[in-house]
Every structure is written in structure tokens, then in C-alpha cells.
């Protein structure tokens, strides 16, 4: 399993320097492969650096242009990115991003050989007709989804996530920083219903996952953690890898 860290909006330049000294007294050479980090964007070399995997939080939807304010797919490749983040809830309901600016972005990030983690999830009063709302965020992949795998280079890869061409994390947005999850039985159908379209692809979970729930979480169709809040404390971070290493 990878765990991620998404920092959100969270973190200073300091706090990064110091999350990365803790966490480098924690972490073994060998298990660096067993991280993904998406920073704020002006922290990313820090990162490559470091040499974790990483990616950009979004993106803009062209590779270039007068669009003040905006990060391009293109420069994050240049700096070493693996990954990009999209479709995040935050993205979706505080910035207003629809599924349109979401395909648009996930082709780009396709194109420039970079892995698209496309967050998808329900609200609490879609909880029970969960499947309908999944079904209807990913229907639109079939189509913008143009490779079974990418032209990536390998050596920037995890070693398991060779063959494929996207990851999709399932946040379900009653659980984002709620401390609620959901069940594991719960977990392993939406797991299935993403597979059963497309079997190739990995599944994240994230929201609210912490040091006293991740093993609970955990189960064998899982491929990795989406983690927020508790990825900013390099003892949490670390601590919810060993408790999943170790089962
Ligand atoms: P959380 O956030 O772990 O703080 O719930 C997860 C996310 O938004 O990716």
C-alpha cells in the first residue's frame, strides 16, 4: 500500500523542513517508496529533492498562457512530479470546478505522462445511493481515459503501479476531516464498483484516516491511503505506514 499526504493548504516552508527532518530520522531508505507527498506547489523541490514520490494538488487546464495565479502540468513534470491530485472536493465546491474543467485537466496531466489521482466521493445525503453518484463521476473516464497504460518513465514509478493510467481516490466528503469513516464492507463495494470498469486501476481511500483507525481501514483490495490532516505530523504519518507494514 502507498500512502499519501495530501498538505493541503497547511504547511510553511519551515514547517516542511522540519516535517522532513523527523520524518528522515523515521523512514528507512528502503520504505521511501512507500510515500507519496502532494505539498503546496512552492515546496515541490523540496520533495524531488528528498527523493519521495510527489505531486501538484491541481493544476490550470491549459499547459500554458496569461492566466496569472496558475500553475501549468508542464512545469511540475519539469521539477519532477509523478502525480496530480484532481477532482478534490475542496477543488469542487470551493473553487467551483466542474467535471468539465476536471476532464479537461486529467487529459492534460495524461499527456504529459504524469498520474492522474482523480478524488471522487459523496455527500451525506447521497450516502445511500452511493453508487449512482460514483458511477456517474467516472462515467465520463471511459472516454478521456486514453491509455491502459502511460508512457511515463519507469524509474519514477512505484514498483507496483507500472500498468496503469490513473488512480482514483474515494473520499467520501462526510468523512473529510470529520472523523467519521465509513465501514470496511462499505469500503470493499466501492472498491469493487470502481474495478469492476476498470480493473487495472489502484484505489485510495481517504478521509479522516488516523493512527487509530488506518488498520481498521485496511483491507486486501485497498491500495493506498489518502491522508490529510494527520500527514502533517511526521510521527502520525510514519506511525499509520508501520501499523499497515506490519499486519
Ligand atoms: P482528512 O483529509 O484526512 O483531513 O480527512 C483527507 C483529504 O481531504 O484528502
Redesign the pocket.
Known sequence: MLI?G?W?MNMGYQQALSFLLEFNKLVKKEDKDSFIF?PPAPLSLIFEKEKFYWGSQNIYQKIKGALTGENSVQLFKEMGATFC?LG???RRYIFGETDVDIEKKFSLVQEQALIPVL?IGESLSERFQKNKVLIKKLSWIKQYNKYEKLPFHPEKLPPDFKDLSFIV?Y?PLW?????EIPSVSELEDVISLIKEDFPTVKVFY?????LENALSLSCDKLDGF??????VNPHSFYGIYKQIKSC
Do not use: R
Open positions: 499519501a495530501n493541503k502532494f491530485l478534490h472536493s475542496e478524488c481516490a473520499e468523512s473529510i476531516g470529520t472523523g481517504g478521509g479522516s484516516v488516523s489518502l491522508i490529510g490532516s494527520e500527514s
